[in-house]
C-alpha cells in the first residue's frame, strides 16, 4: 500500500507538471505579441521559479523565444507543428522584432526563412499583417523556390554551381499564368536579383499575391537567411518602391548576424 500510495504521488506530480506545460504554451499561444515575465507568472499563478523553468524548458527545446527586451513569444513555427534548431534561436529572437516593426511600418505580412544545402527553404517565423484582407501562408507549406521571392533571395546568392545543380534538379512548373519556367529566363532574373539586392515574385505563385524578399547576411557577408514581406498585387503595385526598400533596409539591419548550424 505504501509502495503504491507512492507511485500515485509520483503520477500526480508528473501530472501537474505537464499541466502546466501545456497552460504555458495555450497562454502564449493566445498572445500575437511578446509578453513579460510578470505577465507569464500572473496568467500561470505559480512560482516565479517554476515559471521561469518551464519557460527556459520551451526555449531550449525551440518553441519559445526571448527578445532584446527580455520578453517572450511562442515562435510562429510551434504553432504549426515543429519548432526551430536551437541554432536557428539567435537569428530568430534577432528578427522577430524587425518583422513586427516592418509589419506595423507597411501594413503586410512578413516572414523570415533560410535555405538548406540542397536548396529547400525553411519558413522559420512569420508576423502576419493586421489588415482585413491580407497575404498569410502555413509555415510548412510546400515553396517553389524559383518562383517566390523568398526563394529567389536565398537562391540567387549561391555559386553558379549550387544554383546550376538546382536547376537540373527540379521541374520548372507553371504555377500561374506569370510563373517563369524557361531556365535561361530564370537565370537572368537571378542576375537581376543579385545586382539589385532584392527579389521580386509578381503573381508567379499565387495569382493576386506579390512578394518582395532581400536577403540577410552573416558577419562574413554570405547570405544565411531571407526576409519576405507579401502582400496583395494591388497594394503592392501602389507602393512598390517604397515596400521594397522597407525590406531591404530591415533585411540589412539583421545582417551580421551568426549562420544557423
Known sequence: MVSNRGAFTYMNSEVKS?????????????????????????????????????????????????????????????????????????????????????????????????????????????????????????????????????????LAFRGDDEIEAYLDRVSLLSYTGFTVTDREELLAVLAEVRRRGYAINDQEFITGSTGVAAPIRDKAGIVIAALNLGTLTSRFREREAELCRLVVEAAASLSGCERPR
Request: proline share 6%.
Open 18 to 154: 505537464a499541466g502546466r506545460v501545456l497552460d504555458l504554451l495555450e497562454f502564449l499561444a493566445g498572445c500575437r505579441e511578446p509578453v513579460s515575465f510578470s505577465a507569464v507568472v500572473a496568467a500561470l499563478g505559480c512560482p516565479k521559479s517554476s515559471a521561469h523553468a518551464l519557460l527556459q524548458t520551451l526555449i531550449g527545446r525551440g518553441h519559445v523565444v526571448q527578445d532584446r527586451s527580455g520578453r517572450y513569444l511562442l515562435v510562429e513555427a510551434s504553432r504549426h507543428g515543429f519548432p526551430f534548431r536551437p541554432s536557428e534561436e539567435p537569428l530568430v529572437a534577432r528578427a522577430l522584432p524587425i518583422m513586427e516593426r516592418l509589419r506595423d511600418v507597411s501594413g503586410e505580412t512578413v516572414l523570415l526563412s533560410t535555405m538548406n544545402a540542397r536548396g529547400d527553404v525553411r519558413r522559420l517565423a512569420k508576423s502576419v499583417s493586421r489588415q482585413p484582407v491580407r497575404y498569410d501562408v502555413d509555415l510548412q507549406s510546400p515553396i517553389a523556390v524559383y518562383c517566390t521571392a523568398t526563394g529567389r533571395a536565398l
